[in-house]
């Protein structure tokens, strides 16, 4: 009997570490220049046969990929959040980008823009289905006084995050094509500068904690009778 509660705590404990460890970062980092993203961290490739982890998530064919000039690219943009490669695009309003296996907890990234931004989180795939969670975040691209590196001029960077409930798989990134890009955009959690630290339960997920953790008091006092 012992033995089946030390293996229900450790099978809990799992679980939950498994719940909190569920977080991806896309750093764009692997993609060439002007390079469709696609199914580049998808099992696929980008548009010029890039391979990137398979994370299960796909872009529409707008989302491009662009290097800072200054690291031999085409891109004006300096202090990205990890260089040189951020997502942009150049046609249309916005791009698309579909998890088809879904994420939940959170959602963050790092945007410079000239124009306003808002990202949309939907529960259905390419923008349908119902609204989870929208980040809305200002024109900002030349803010806090900053400077190239040594030259770009998107050169601020700001981190927008949400939490929500329910399982998202699709989010839409709304701003203008070539005056908007994105970097470091995160799952599973609120934050993209420390992804996992900032991990939040659910409320499905501090059930689990709460019933592991009486699980794990109830074996000990199991233990205590039979050692007394
Ligand atoms: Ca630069
Ligand atoms: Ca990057």
Avoid at 92 to 103: E, I, L, P, W
Avoid at 165 to 181: C, D, I, L
Avoid at 183 to 193: E, H, L, P, V
Wanted: a negative charge; charged letters at 10%.
């Amino acid at each position: 009997m012992k033995s089946i509660k030390a293996s229900l705590v450790v099978l809990l404990g799992m679980f939950c570490m498994s719940a909190y460890a569920a977080v991806t970062q896309l750093t764009f980092e692997g993609l060439q220049n002007s390079e469709a993203v696609l199914n580049f961290y998808n099992g696929g490739t980008g548009s010029l046969g890039s391979v990137g982890p398979n994370v299960g998530v796909a872009f529409d064919s707008s989302a491009l990929a662009i290097i800072d000039s200054d690291a031999g690219g085409g891109g004006s943009f300096a202090n990205e959040p990890s260089p040189s490669t951020i997502v942009y695009w150049m046609s249309g309003s916005s791009f698309t980008m579909n998890v088809a296996a879904g994420f939940d907890t959170g959602y963050a990234f790092f945007y410079s823009s000239s124009v306003p931004v808002t990202v949309t989180i939907y529960d259905g795939l390419n923008g349908t289905g119902s609204v989870l969670a929208t980040a809305n975040g200002p024109a900002q691209h030349t803010g806090n006084s900053c400077v190239g590196d040594p030259t770009g001029g998107f050169c601020n960077w700001t981190e927008l995050g949400v939490t929500f409930s329910g399982v998202a798989r699709s989010v839409v990134y709304t701003g203008s094509s070539n005056q908007t890009g994105f970097d470091n955009i995160t799952f599973g959690s609120a934050s993209a500068s420390a992804p996992n630290a900032q991990s939040i339960p659910t409320l499905s997920e501090w059930s689990l904690l709460l019933l592991s953790t009486l699980i794990a008091i109830a074996a000990v006092f199991g233990l205590r009778r039979r050692l007394a």
